[in-house]
């Protein structure tokens, strides 16, 4: 039995024991989110759907600063849980294969033994920092939404902010940690400067399954990430710079069959990414704020050479919430890319806010080379542009409509170069794609 696990089942009991506290008050809230979506891949097929999701909950509030949160949800594609068959007219239950889930669930105490401490346990989102490395999985498209089974303490006062996180990924019912997979966290807040946030963080993955997308296979796999992040505003400035670097290892990848006094490969994780934004707000009419974006998201030391597997693996971005781009990153798990990006945001009235943005990307490790010596074929860097224009409507503070269009001049580098998948899979792209992506969007909160 792994000594992080008593632990965790020890704090989990000890919890348990505030449920017994007086009800005082129910909260009911939900969210109702409908999303028109069309993709023109160019070459590839053209895709279009309407997506829902349907989120129903409550929160009662006990005596001793304990609580209870339960969230209902359902996501899906319009059509595809419909009830009735049109050319015979017969009725059945609807088969789509999406149904209601338990989205969160989970008891939490504030203050407890009269200290700044509070504790959550059960199903919960985690949304640490801007959310570049664990979110809620709820931006642009494909909003399925993301929560955690995990323990979350947290000590937080005027000052500082502390969350210690530990999170079950994977249960195979084995013994303890045995095949399972594993989240540990610890994501500290300094808010001793007005307007101003300082964050530290360390982050574990302990994979005990050793499998990357089908595309790497070892035994075990250990991720670690630490990082910096600040963010906030001075004056009419905004700003926001995180860096993290990653490490870690991947156990008992096999190497070629001829390497038989070194069975195993070299598969690690040694990479930075580096995120950063820099924005600027006029004081006039419509209130213009300018802003540069860019990011680093490292692709590691891939290996070409044929006499062993060894490689230094692309930076993993967990879970993150940012999307980069509406058709290279639909899965938030870009990687081995730059980026760079110039927008500006106004707002015609206190309803309406507009925003347009263009962005370059380019590879950072390209693909190996083709043929030999003067014939040489090498891979280009350029992926490509990507202009996006974007409109938010608050009809009522309830009720948001959403319009967008984004289009995508693509380049050379889609064509072999790898970055999909956290960078262990190749873009399915051409130097000659143009992609297109049109969407309306509405969504109710209450």
């Known amino acids: ?59 009662a509030d006990f ?3 304990v609580s209870a949160f339960i969230e209902l949800d359902y996501y899906n ?24 889930d338990l989205y969160q669930g989970y008891i939490e105490a504030k203050d407890m033994w009269g200290t700044p401490l509070s504790m959550r346990v059960g199903r919960q989102e985690l949304a640490l920092g801007n959310q570049l490395l664990v979110g809620t999985n709820d931006v642009s498209s494909l909003y399925r939404g993301l929560s955690f089974d995990a323990l979350r ?24 940690g045995d095949d399972d997979v594993d989240l540990y966290a610890v994501y500290a807040s300094y808010l001793g400067i007005e307007d101003v946030v300082l964050d530290a963080y360390w982050m574990f993955i302990r994979d005990d399954q050793g499998v990357i997308g089908g595309l790497i296979n070892g035994t075990d ?29 991947v156990d008992d990848v096999p190497n070629p069959w001829f390497r038989i006094f070194k069975r195993r490969a070299d598969v690690d994780y040694d990479e930075f990414m580096v995120n950063a934004e820099l924005g600027y707000t006029f004081d006039m009419a419509w ?9 680093y998201i490292g692709g590691g030391d891939p290996n070409t050479r044929c006499w062993n597997n060894n490689a230094d693996l692309p930076f993993n971005r967990l879970f993150s919430n940012v999307r980069y781009s509406e058709f290279l990153d639909i899965d938030q798990n870009m990687s081995n890319v730059l ?56 009809y009522t503070e309830d009720l948001v409509f959403r319009l967008g269009y984004a ?16 960078g262990l899979a190749r873009w399915a792209g051409d130097r000659r794609d143009d992609y297109n992506y049109l969407f309306i969007e509405s969504e109710i909160k209450f």
């Open 63 to 65: 005596t001793q600063d």
């Open 221 to 249: 796999i250990d991720i670690h990430t630490l990082g910096l992040r600040g963010a906030g505003v001075i004056g009419a400035f905004d700003f926001e710079l995180e860096a993290a670097y990653q490490w870690g290892d």
């Open 339 to 394: 980026l760079y990006a110039l927008g500006v945001q106004v707002m015609p009235t206190e309803a309406l806010e507009l925003k347009l943005i263009g962005t370059y990307l380019h590879v950072d490790e390209r693909a190996r080379d083709r043929g030999w010596w003067f014939w040489r074929s090498r891979a280009s860097r350029g992926l490509g542009w990507e202009l996006g224009l974007y409109a938010d409507y608050h």
């Open 407 to 422: 289009h995508f001049f693509g380049s050379k580098g889609l064509e072999r170069n790898t970055g999909d998948m956290n």
């Open 287 to 295: 209130t213009p704020r300018l802003f540069a974006k860019f990011a």
């Open 77 to 100: 594609f319009w059509g595809e849980d419909f009830r009735s068959l049109y050319l015979t007219g017969a009725d059945f239950r609807g088969s789509g294969g999406n149904d209601v």
């Open 153 to 176: 303490l947290t000590f937080a006062n005027d000052v500082v902010s502390v969350d210690a996180i530990a999170a079950k990924l994977v249960e195979t019912l084995g013994d303890f």
């Open 1 to 59: 039995m792994r000594f992080s696990t008593l632990i965790m089942a020890a704090l989990v009991v000890s919890i348990s024991s505030f449920a017994f506290a007086e009800l005082q008050n129910v909260e009911v809230g939900g969210n109702i989110r409908i999303r028109g979506n069309w993709y023109d891949f160019d070459r590839a097929s053209d895709t279009s759907f309407i997506e829902q999701r349907t989120r129903l909950s409550v929160k």
